[in-house]
């Protein structure tokens, strides 16, 4: 039975040590598959040569996203809306990496490294709180926050990310061309390296997003890619008495 549909072929040179005899695509995907499409390996395979990055990022990390994320993979490609093959890296990045931001960046004078992170919830419920009032039949799925706390002056921080759902076709992406929105000059998007628009800087933010986050009035902002990815950030509402965890 081949379980690797589409065989992919070395694009490497003469030299390459996988045209010497290597595993095949079915036998990678049953290796990856007992080892529940870790990412880390995945990532550690792609280094090896350019055939390796071509199955990963043609078969792997697309297994990888529907164990991650089944129901929302199914949904992302329901009523005939797809994923490009060549974004299931980025996708796949994106489920398990909070970017966080570089000082001079995207959020101003902000620093807070990127990390990796065990699991996190995504919601479509949730993603409507970040769309116009225009926007509401757009489909946005967007993270919890990734919480970093005390950060000195900004307090406490929530960073979030989401990819909307056929966004070439999306009101959202229609709205910022009819705006004439600006990419932003320098900065892009860090998981696919696409141009990015500020949601911001277009006034389609609405005060929605801030009490869907936890966050304070006007401190929320977000950006998205050409491809539909979503990557913000809001200043955290302290716990309430009612919410604080006591101490035992």
């Not at 990022?57 to 949904?75: G, I, N, S, T, Y």
């Not at 919890?144 to 929530?158: A, I």
Request: glycine fraction near 6%; hydrophobic fraction near 40%; proline fraction near 4%.
């Amino acid at each position: 039975m081949v379980l690797v549909v589409k065989q992919h072929r070395c694009t490497h040179s003469a030299s390459c040590v996988c045209i010497k005899g290597h595993l095949s695509e079915d036998a990678l995907f049953l290796v990856f598959r007992h080892m529940n499409w870790n990412p880390r390996l995945i990532a550690v395979l792609s280094c090896v040569c350019k055939w390796f990055d071509e199955v990963a990022k043609q078969v792997l990390w697309k297994e990888f996203c529907h164990a991650r994320a089944p129901k929302m993979m199914l949904d992302l490609h329901s009523g005939g809306s797809h994923i490009v093959d060549g974004n299931w890296k980025a996708l796949g990045k994106l489920l398990i990496y909070c970017n966080g931001c570089t000082k001079g960046g995207l959020f101003n004078n902000i620093h807070v490294p990127g990390h990796f992170v065990f699991r996190t919830r995504f919601s479509r419920t949730a993603g409507k709180s970040f769309l116009p009032q225009q926007c509401r039949n757009d489909v946005l799925y967007v993270s919890d926050p990734c919480e970093h706390l005390d950060q000195e002056e900004e307090g406490d921080l929530g960073f979030f990310r989401g990819i909307f759902k056929s966004f070439a076709t999306s009101r959202v992406k229609k709205m910022l061309i009819e705006k004439r929105a600006r990419f932003h000059p320098r900065e892009v998007c860090p998981y696919c390296k696409a141009k990015l628009w500020s949601m911001l800087e277009a006034n389609m933010l609405p005060r929605s997003s801030s009490a869907r986050l936890g966050a304070y009035e006007d401190s929320v902002e977000y950006f998205v890619c050409l491809n539909g990815h979503v990557i913000g950030i809001g200043t955290l509402l302290p716990l309430s008495d009612s919410e604080e965890v006591p101490e035992e």
